[in-house]
């Protein structure tokens, strides 16, 4: 069964940092772009970055550069999303999600069920 299952999500005050983690199951990921996503209360899911298969990332959000990035763990065939300097307006679930092939702007074809993360003091 292919699968993406997200972890990580929690309480961080403003200011703090948390990562979060996307396995997959049932499939190789290094063959994969795999992009992130956040649904904040309230709103409709909007995209935050992505990473292709060769490491090249792609922000969806402008008002993560410079705070997250997202990393490959070859060896834990999964993708990492690094958060700092967290805002209450990052508060949310995320997602994440894996493309069709290896590029950002291929489609998306599988998800995550998502892990919740509130920034709040």
């Known amino acids: 069964q292919l699968q993406l299952v997200e972890s990580g999500g929690g309480l961080v005050q403003p200011g703090g940092s948390l990562r979060l983690s996307c396995a997959a199951s049932?499939?190789?990921?290094?063959?994969?772009?795999i992009s992130w996503f956040r649904q904040a209360p309230g709103k409709e899911r909007e995209g935050v970055l992505c990473?292709?298969?060769?490491?090249?990332?792609?922000y969806y959000d402008a008002s993560v550069v410079g705070r997250f990035t997202t990393s490959r763990d070859y060896t834990k065939n999964s993708v990492y999303l690094e958060m700092n300097s967290l805002k209450s307006e990052d508060t949310g679930v995320y997602y994440c999600?894996?493309?069709?092939?290896?590029?950002?702007?291929?489609?998306?074809?599988?998800w995550g069920q998502g892990t919740q993360l509130s920034v709040s003091s």
């Open positions: 049932g499939f190789n990921l290094d063959y994969y772009a």
């Open positions: 990473i292709s298969t060769r490491g090249r990332r792609e």
């Open positions: 999600a894996a493309h069709t092939s290896t590029r950002c702007e291929d489609e998306l074809k599988l």
